[in-house]
C-alpha cells in the first residue's frame, strides 16, 4: 500500500466515524447528565453531581483480569514537555471521545477505531509566568453541539463538536493578572461556567458564568466579598487585603437541577502564610459555596479552615449524593480538602449533616489566629501529625494540624501538598462509600511579614513560601462510609496518590499510579485485582461507558508535574474484549 493510499484510507475511516454520531441536543444532554452516565460520559464527575460513579457491570471483578487495550492513540506529541501535565478526565459523546493535554490542544477520538477526528491547537504563549502548579487543563465540557475549553491564557472558548472549528473566543480573564483556567469549565441550562485559579497571585477569586451561544458574560461571583455584602467584615476594613484575598476555584461545580444551586469549594486566602495583613475568619476563602446558578447569587456557605494559614484549601470537587441518617434520606454535599478530612453538609442550606464542632486551636497573635476551627466529626483519611522530629528541626506541638507559626520554621501535618488535592474522588450510591486519593506528606511552615505590601494582580503574594519537610511523602488511598464519615479501608502507597478514582456497579475502583499503571480495586477491600502499564504516569481520571453493546474504559496516559511520573500523550481504550499488552515503562520526567 502507497503511502498516499493509506492516508486516504485513514481519512475515510475518520470521516465514516465522524458521520456515525449524532449532533447532541440540549434537552437530552441535560436530562442525561442529571442521571447515572451509561453510553456517554458527558461531563467530568460523569454527572452533575461528580459522583464518578458507573452502573454498568460488563467489567466486574470476575471479569477485570481478562480486561486489555483495544487501541492506544498518540496525541502528536502534545504536552510531552517537562512543564505539562496530562489531568483530563476524557469525555465521550456519541462514539467520540474528547480530551484535552496540558498544552490546551484539544482532540476528538474515534471510539471505534482510535483515530483522530479533529484537533485545535491552543496557541499558548511560550510563556506564562503567572501558571501556578504546571501547565495542565482538567478538561473540557459539551452542550449545545459545542465542546468548550479553557486556557491558561485566561481564554475561554467553543468549537463546534463535529469539526473543531471555532465558534467563539473571549479572553475572560487575563492570564497577566494572575488568573488562569485549569478546572473544565460546566456546561448547565445555555451557561458556560468556569472558576479561576491564580491564588498565589494576588487575585480575587470569582466563578463566571457566560452564554453557550456567544459568550457573552451573564454573571460573576465574586468569591471574596467586596463592602456591603455578606461577609465582608471577616477581612481588615483598613486595607484593601480582600481584593487580593485569593480564595480562587481550581474545579468544575456540582450541580443540583431541582435546587437550581451549584457548588464549589474555594482556595486559600492570600498571601498565603502571612495572616498578620488580613485579620479575620476571610470569607468566602477555603469554603464550601453554594450559589444560584440562574444568577450567581449567594444562597450559603460553609468555611473549612478560618483565616488559612496553611494552605489547606478545597481544590477536590463537590460530590452530592443522597444518603440516609438517623433513618432519614437527606441531600449531602461532600468535599476531602488537604486539610484530611471530608466534610459532609447539607446542600440545601450548608448545615452539617454528621456535625462538626468548632474546636479551640493553639494560637500565635502575630498570625491573628483564629481562636478555633470546625472539626469534623468521624475520621481523618491521612495522618494530622508528626510522630518522629526529622533531624535538626524541633517538634513544636507534636506536629499536629492547626500548629501556629511565624518567622521560625516548623514541621506539621498534613503539608500544603498533603491530603487531598485536586484528583477527584468517587461516590458509589449502592453503598454510600466516598472513595479519596490523597497524599501524607509533612510541610515545613515559616511566614509571616511585619510590614509586608499587598502586591497588584499578577505578582507573586505568599507571604513566604512552600517548604518541604525532609521527610518521605506516600500515598493514601482510603474508603469512608458517608453515614457515619468513618474509615472503611486505608491503605497507603509508596508514591503520592495523584490521580482520582471512579467506581462502578462491577465492584471495582479505578485509579491511576505515578509509574504508569492504571489499578482496578475491590472497592469493598481496596484489593488490587488488575493493573495495565501505560507507559507514562496515570494521573487523570479514567471514563467509564458502553457503545454498541460494549464496556470500555477510556483513560489518558500524560504524566504530572507535581507527581514527578513519566510524560506521555497516549489515550487508551479497554475492555474484555481487548489485545493490545500493557505499553513500556516510560523513564522521561
Known amino acids: 500500500m502507497t503511502a498516499r493510499l493509506g492516508a486516504v484510507l485513514v481519512a475515510l475511516v475518520a470521516a465514516a466515524a465522524a458521520l456515525d454520531w449524532q449532533q447532541p441536543g440540549t434537552a437530552a444532554s441535560a436530562q442525561e447528565l442529571a442521571t447515572l452516565p451509561k453510553t456517554n460520559w458527558l461531563k467530568n464527575g460523569g454527572n452533575f453531581s461528580n459522583q464518578n460513579y458507573s452502573p454498568l457491570t460488563k467489567i466486574n471483578r470476575e471479569t477485570v483480569s481478562r480486561v486489555k487495550g483495544v487501541w492506544r492513540t498518540h496525541l502528536e506529541g502534545s504536552g510531552l514537555g517537562v512543564k505539562y501535565s496530562g489531568e483530563a478526565q476524557p469525555l465521550v459523546q456519541d462514539g467520540v471521545i474528547y480530551v484535552v493535554t496540558g498544552a490546551d490542544d484539544v482532540f476528538a477520538l474515534s471510539v471505534t477505531t482510535g483515530s483522530i477526528l479533529w484537533t485545535h491547537k491552543g496557541g499558548l504563549p511560550d510563556a506564562i509566568p503567572t501558571v501556578c502548579c504546571g501547565w495542565t487543563s482538567r478538561g473540557v465540557a459539551l452542550g449545545d453541539g459545542k465542546v468548550y475549553a479553557g486556557q491558561l491564557d485566561g481564554r475561554l472558548l467553543a468549537l463546534d463538536q463535529k469539526s ?42 470569582r466563578v463566571k458564568a457566560f452564554d453557550a451561544k456567544d459568550g457573552r458574560l451573564l454573571w460573576t461571583f465574586y468569591t471574596i466579598p467586596g463592602p456591603g455584602e455578606i461577609g465582608h ?24 437541577p431541582e435546587l437550581g444551586l451549584i457548588y464549589f469549594t474555594t482556595g486559600n486566602p492570600g498571601p498565603d502564610f502571612n495572616g498578620k495583613i488580613r485579620a479575620g475568619d476571610n470569607l468566602f476563602s477555603t469554603s464550601m459555596v453554594a450559589i444560584d446558578a440562574a444568577t450567581g447569587k449567594y444562597r450559603w456557605h460553609f468555611q473549612q479552615i478560618h483565616h488559612d494559614l496553611w494552605d489547606y484549601d478545597g481544590p477536590s470537587p463537590v460530590v452530592l449524593f443522597d444518603v440516609t441518617i438517623s433513618g432519614r434520606v437527606r441531600k449531602a454535599a461532600a468535599e476531602p480538602n488537604k486539610a484530611g ?51 535538626d528541626f524541633p517538634l513544636v506541638n507534636q506536629g499536629r494540624i492547626f500548629t501556629p507559626f511565624w518567622k521560625d520554621a516548623i514541621v506539621a501535618k498534613p503539608g500544603a501538598r498533603g491530603g487531598a488535592n485536586w484528583p477527584p474522588s468517587s461516590y458509589d450510591p449502592t453503598t454510600n462509600l466516598f472513595y479519596v486519593c490523597a497524599t501524607d506528606a509533612a510541610n515545613l511552615f515559616r511566614g509571616g511579614e511585619d510590614d509586608q505590601p499587598i502586591t497588584p494582580e499578577g505578582t507573586r503574594y505568599l507571604g513566604s513560601a512552600f517548604g518541604g519537610a525532609p521527610l518521605p511523602a506516600s500515598g493514601i488511598f482510603a474508603a469512608l462510609d458517608m453515614k457515619t464519615n468513618r474509615l472503611v ?67 489518558y496516559s500524560a504524566g504530572s508535574l507535581f507527581a514527578g511520573s513519566p510524560r506521555g500523550d497516549s489515550v487508551w481504550l479497554f475492555s474484555v474484549k481487548g489485545t493490545l499488552n500493557e505499553g513500556e515503562p516510560s523513564s522521561t520526567r
Request: proline share 7%; net charge negative.
Open 164 to 205: 473543531g472549528e471555532p465558534v467563539w473566543s473571549i479572553q475572560a480573564e487575563r492570564w497577566q493578572n494572575g488568573y488562569t483556567i485549569t478546572a473544565a469549565p460546566l456546561y448547565y441550562n445555555g451557561m458556560v461556567i468556569v472558576g479561576f485559579a491564580g491564588g498565589e497571585n494576588g487575585t480575587r477569586g
Open 233 to 256: 467584615d471577616t477581612w481588615p476594613q483598613n486595607n484593601d487585603a480582600w481584593l487580593h484575598g485569593g480564595g480562587t476555584v481550581w474545579q468544575t461545580p456540582a450541580v443540583d
Open 341 to 391: 478530612w471530608v466534610y459532609i453538609l447539607d446542600r440545601t442550606n450548608g448545615k452539617p449533616l454528621i456535625g462538626i464542632d468548632e474546636m479551640p486551636v493553639p494560637q500565635e497573635p502575630r498570625q491573628a489566629t483564629s481562636k478555633t476551627q470546625p472539626i469534623p466529626r468521624g475520621d481523618a483519611f491521612v495522618p494530622q501529625s508528626v510522630d518522629i522530629a526529622p533531624e
Open 489 to 555: 479501608w486505608q491503605q497507603r502507597w509508596k508514591e503520592s496518590c495523584y490521580s482520582g478514582s471512579v467506581t462502578t456497579a462491577g465492584g471495582l475502583v479505578f485509579t491511576g499510579r505515578n509509574d504508569g499503571r492504571l489499578t482496578a480495586l475491590n472497592s469493598s477491600t481496596g484489593k488490587r485485582l488488575w493493573e495495565f502499564q501505560t507507559g507514562a504516569g496515570m494521573n487523570a481520571p479514567v471514563s467509564v461507558f458502553e457503545y454498541e453493546g460494549e464496556e470500555y474504559v477510556v483513560a
